[in-house]
């Protein structure tokens, strides 16, 4: 059940936080499977929202390392981790959606270069357009800004790949 799943989660977040520099790397890809889906799992909208903050604070421990250590491996790894990601955000409750666009949206995902950031457009874009009609006014202020953030990245160089994306998935 999900208790048990919480009790994973903290124990990866527990062995991940010793030990920051992780050779992620070196992790076989049926391994690296392996813990996306555990980690999609603990997104999963039928779990407690504590087991969303555990499961979000093992998912920036796990892509901050690729991006300060294999900055050019991130991609390699992300389509893994942003199958459960992606999904979350609609779903979330207020904290864990300010969270998710404060720790893994602003802190990685914006902080790709253009053409990374190009490619994971579409995904990133359907999970965070409902954010823009919640009901929270900080959540829908700070969607606003990741928006706004993505545009202007590049001295505006994403502009109308970000409007191009927006306007596909309308």
Request: charged share 20%; glycine share 4%.
């Amino acid at each position: 059940g999900w208790t048990d799943l919480l009790s994973i989660m903290k124990d990866i977040f527990a062995v991940l936080s010793k030990n920051n520099d992780n050779d992620f790397n070196q992790i076989s890809l049926s391994n690296k499977q392996n813990l996306a889906k555990r980690l999609a799992q603990g997104l999963n909208p039928d779990c407690p929202s504590g087991l969303h903050d555990v499961t979000l604070d093992v998912y920036e421990i796990i892509l901050k390392n690729l991006m300060e250590h294999y900055q050019n491996r991130l991609m390699d790894n992300l389509y893994l981790y942003a199958y459960g990601l992606f999904p979350f955000f609609p779903n979330a409750t207020i904290p864990n959606k300010i969270k998710f666009l404060d720790k893994i949206i602003n802190q990685i995902f914006l902080n790709l270069n253009k053409e990374e950031l190009k490619v994971c457009l579409p995904g990133l874009l359907s999970s965070l357009i409902p954010g823009l009609d919640d009901n929270n006014e900080q959540t829908t202020k700070l969607t606003y800004q990741a928006f706004d953030n993505i545009i202007s990245k590049n001295n505006g160089e994403l502009e109308s790949d970000f409007f191009g994306v927006y306007w596909m998935l309308l």
